[in-house]
């Protein structure tokens, strides 16, 4: 009997027969949510007759570097190295990443465990701020980085986003499973909320925090606005801000250019979820996204 259980599980601990229905549905699916990457590669290394050919193609058909050569060579051009941008943007992205991960858990476990009457009322202000995307408060953005002095700062590009509403929603929906009497024995024992995170809150959400970081390097690393409305001194902009001026200079040769470009910052992006994507399904599972 037990032996015919294990056989009829949802989730088998091997392949059975009763999963080739869902393997019929998932592995179509999985060909056409793997459409927009192939057609991003793809776009890189057309040339510009095939770019701007329609219907346009998916896949390649005449592949070249011309694009490639073209970005870089636009680089070698510049006053500024293309290397001062790249430093930059790891500059920036590594900063970023790591002071929201600090914000995020330690906000996170007080909007979860602490029983505060003002609790309760931060978190809707938290899901409020869930409606509005970054255009809706750019005005108000740049205002308080003018009134408080970061213009053409580093601050500039890591403070503004470190204001992340869906990342503290899904840290503060993940520490809640986290049981609280974990919580109660550590403070029996003396501990506190410091050490709580430290040695409790943090090694139990990591698949959490992989995903905050996810999402924080994929904003930082594509944020162009930044450099754009806060910097003028073109020595302190990034690498995404330093594509679009380019891609933006020639009407037709941008579209290679553009192509190129969109590839470089996409790559970064994809081997960080291909690394991670596990902690982040189960973040997801565990956070109240389904």
Known sequence: MAKSFRANRINPDKFHRSQLGFYCILVPLCFIMLIPIVFTFSQAF??????YQFPPTI???RPTLDNFRMLFA???????????YVVNSIIVSTSTVVLALLMTVTGGYVLSKKKYPIIGTLFKVNQFALMFVPIAVMIP??????????MDTYWAHILPMLAMPVAMFLMKQFIDQIPDVLIEAAKIDGAG??????????PLSKPALATVGILTFQLVWADTTTSSLFITDEVLRTISHFFA??????????????????????????????????????????????
Request: without cysteine; charged residues 10%; positive net charge.
């Open 245 to 290: 001026a380019v891609s933006s200079n020639n009407a037709v040769a941008a579209a290679g250019i553009s192509a190129a470009a969109g590839l470089v910052l996409f790559l970064p992006n994809l081997i960080i979820f291909i690394f991670m994507q596990s902690k982040v399904m189960s973040t997801m599972s565990h956070s109240g996204i389904k």
């Open 74 to 84: 636009a680089g070698n051009l510049s006053v500024i190295p293309i290397s001062r």
């Open 59 to 61: 896949i390649v058909q």
């Open 141 to 150: 953005r740049y205002l308080l980085v003018s009134q408080i002095g970061i």
């Open 46 to 51: 057309k040339t510009l007759g095939e770019l």
């Open 193 to 202: 909320d410091f050490y709580i995170v430290r040695k409790i809150i943090i």
